[in-house]
């Protein structure tokens, strides 16, 4: 029973195309996000959904759309992909924790996406 | 956002405790410390989080002096499933957080 899960785990297409990528959690969290792992392993947040809704956008090319339908689903759409583009994404989910506390990410099992 | 600076990599032995130090000068007030921790080909998971003095759980304990400008995650007793990447995240919830994560520590248990 996979909290938060992804496809497809694993992504080989040609520059120039255009690929989506699926998360949901059944964890019944509010807030959804997606982070980049590039081959230094740097984890680098892309964007965050709260209830549906757009909250945090770090300057990512717009040739990557995020489009959450519920509050959990988030996809991930790439246009026009570039080698530049080739990570692994993560998806992740949270829940505010108590008394200001950071509530935990949890995240799912990565996508890795290859551009060749 | 409070910057976080920790040690790019370590090694260690099974069987010794592990403590890796994260720094954190400008953490503010209202910032609690949180550990994660990645295995190569999974996304990373929580493993602890304290605001000052010690925490302990059943994996790690978090030791948070009175300046709060550090903090140190020990291991005791790591095993070689302990190889993995530690990272130190500083932050509140107030606003709109970001869990922003740093270059991580990469731990290396050695046999």
């Known amino acids: 029973d996979t909290a938060v899960s992804q496809t497809p785990k694993y992504l080989v297409t040609q520059m120039g195309n255009d690929k989506s990528i699926k998360c949901e959690q059944n964890l019944g969290h509010d807030t959804m996000y997606w982070y980049k792992q590039d081959s230094k392993k740097f984890l680098k947040i892309m964007f965050s959904y709260n209830n549906k809704e757009l909250i945090i956008n770090e300057t990512v090319p717009n040739r990557f759309s995020p489009k959450s339908p519920d509050k959990a689903h988030l996809n991930l759409h790439i246009n026009s992909l570039e080698l530049g583009d080739s990570a692994v994404y993560f998806c992740a989910s949270s829940q505010a924790g108590g008394a200001g506390a950071i509530g935990e990410l949890f995240f799912g099992e990565g996508s890795r996406l290859t551009v060749l | 956002l409070a910057k976080t600076t920790q040690p790019i990599s370590m090694d260690s032995y099974e069987g010794q405790e592990v403590n890796i130090t994260c720094s954190h000068n400008n953490i503010a007030t209202n910032d609690y410390i949180t550990w994660y921790q990645q295995f190569p080909s999974q996304g990373p998971r929580f493993i602890i989080q304290g605001y000052k003095t010690k925490v302990t759980n059943e994996v790690a304990s978090l030791f948070i002096p009175a300046d709060r400008k550090s903090s140190t995650l020990s291991l005791p007793r790591v095993s070689l499933s302990d190889t993995a990447v530690y990272y130190c995240?500083?932050?509140?919830?107030?606003?709109?957080?970001?869990?922003?994560f740093g270059t991580g520590t990469r731990l290396k248990v050695l046999a």
């Open positions: 995240l500083v932050g509140q919830t107030s606003g709109t957080y970001k869990y922003i």
